[in-house]
Structures are given as C-alpha cells and as structure tokens.
C-alpha cells in the first residue's frame, strides 16, 4: 500500500466511527421519549383543562352581562318614574294656567315650581354675567370691545344660559366676552 492509499484509508475509517457514534446516541434520546399515548394523554389533559377554563370564563362572563342589563333596566325604571313623579304637579299646574285667563301669576307660579323641583334633582344655573371667562364653563358667541379696560375678559352678556347638574356641567353658558 501506498502512503496516500493509507492516509485515505485511515481518513475512511475516522470518518465511519462518527457516523457510527452519532447513530448510536440518536438511539438513546428516541428510547427515552414519551410514547404516542402518552403524548395523547397529555394532550386529552391540557384540552381538558382549557376546556374547564374556558367555561368558567363563559359564565362568569354571562353572568356579569346578566347582572348589568338588570342594572341598567332597573335604573332606567327607577330614574323615569322619579322624574314623572315630580313632573306631574307642574302638568296639573299648567292645566289650571291655561283656564286661567291672567297668564302672567299662573306662568309665574309653574316656572318657579318646575325650577323647584329641578333644583332638587341637582339642576342648578350658572351665575357668569360680570365674572372672567373661563372656557371650561362658557361658550364664547362673539367679543365686543370693552366699555372699560378693567372689563377686558369679562363676561358682558349671557345668550343662552348654562346649567350645572350635580356639581357637573350639563350646558355651557354661551356668552359675549369683552376683548
């Protein structure tokens, strides 16, 4: 044999011993793995388990959207029959104004009522002619020069007026500002 007969054949030789090596050891990883039933238990398991999951997701859910909706009706209803409750003496009041035939007294005595009873639902009207614009309370119609320059961003008339309901704004006042 020649020398490069020899090289080659011991480069052979190396190279089938790995070879052989690592098909020995992708032997012992493939006994140690779990079997298809086992892999199937698992999986029957863990879909068992999203299942349960699931479900007490869904009713917990339907539950809540059961319990809003009975909410929300039963506030509705409520609200509504309060409102109509106090609204009714007013109705009868313009009943008896329109029989009457001096209709100033009678307007008079059913506007005051009504406000009454909206100022106890927390209705409440804003006071801004003479104070200082303030753009999270007033609605800005138009500005007109001022007739004195300490009046300059103040209020100088109201156009329609706002209201407060509970503490909260329910309208803006629309007003003419001096610039």
Excluded: W
Excluded at 31 to 36: C, I, L, S, V
Excluded at 73 to 100: H, Q, S, W, Y
Excluded at 102 to 129: F, S
Excluded at 137 to 159: C, F, N, R, S
């Amino acid at each position: 044999m020649s020398k490069k007969e020899q090289n080659t054949s011991e480069t052979e030789e190396l190279k089938e011993e790995p070879i052989q090596e690592t098909a020995e050891q992708q032997q012992e990883p493939e006994a140690a793995e779990p079997t298809e039933e086992d892999k199937l238990q698992e999986m029957g398991e863990k879909l068992a388990s999203l299942n349960d999951k699931y479900l007490r997701l869904y009713s917990e859910y339907e539950n809540y959207r059961k319990r809003t909706n009975l909410e929300k009706a039963d506030l509705l209803l409520n609200g509504a029959r309060e409102t109509m409750k106090a609204i009714l003496p007013v109705i009868d009041d313009f009943e008896r104004a329109l029989a009457v035939k001096n209709d100033d007294e009678g307007v008079l005595l059913i506007y005051n009522k009504m406000m009454k009873i909206l100022e106890q639902k927390g209705l409440k009207a804003m006071e801004v002619k003479g104070e200082k614009f303030d753009e999270s309370l007033h609605e800005a119609v138009t500005q007109i020069p001022a007739p004195a320059p300490e009046q300059k961003g103040t209020v100088i008339d109201v156009i329609e007026k706002g209201y407060y309901l509970n503490d909260k704004v329910l309208r803006y006042a629309k007003v003419v500002v001096a610039c």
